[in-house]
């Protein structure tokens, strides 16, 4: 079973990019889904975005479509989200996690495999 590193996040200022990386331990099979959550203090876990590694099919949350864009390498072991235009009430701990068969990318309790979060912080 694969396990996920998760780096990237940081301090930035309202409108700047970041980007954030979701690293496999082993290869991600073509069935795998591989989804970004986030969870900001005294809010429930939220659905960022997902990509679907066999088709490349990606998914984002209404907050994320248009500015946050998920990717694929082609070696089989990351997914990069890369954020624009980020706002403050984008502040969260942003987590990567896999699911070993086809789900709908949206629901947390569908992933087998989470990666420890990292901190994102979005100043005004």
């Known amino acids: 079973q694969v396990q996920l590193a998760v780096s990237g996040g940081g301090l930035v200022q309202a409108g700047d990019s970041l980007r954030l990386s979701c690293t496999a331990s082993?290869?991600?099979?073509?069935?795998?889904?591989i989804g970004w959550f986030r969870q900001a203090p005294g809010k429930e876990r939220e659905f960022v975005a997902a990509?679907?590694?066999?088709?490349?099919?990606?998914y984002y949350s209404p907050s994320a479509k248009g500015r946050f864009t998920i990717s694929k390498d082609n070696a089989g072991k990351m997914v990069n989200l890369q954020m624009s235009s980020l706002k403050p009430e984008d502040t969260a701990v942003y987590s990567c996690?896999?699911?070993?068969?086809?789900?709908?990318?949206?629901?947390?309790?569908?992933?087998?495999?989470w990666g420890r979060g990292t901190q994102v912080t979005v100043s005004a």
């Open positions: 996690a896999a699911a070993v068969q086809d789900i709908r990318p949206q629901l947390h309790y569908s992933y087998d495999i």
């Open positions: 082993g290869r991600i099979l073509n069935y795998y889904t």
């Open positions: 990509i679907k590694w066999g088709t490349g099919d990606t």
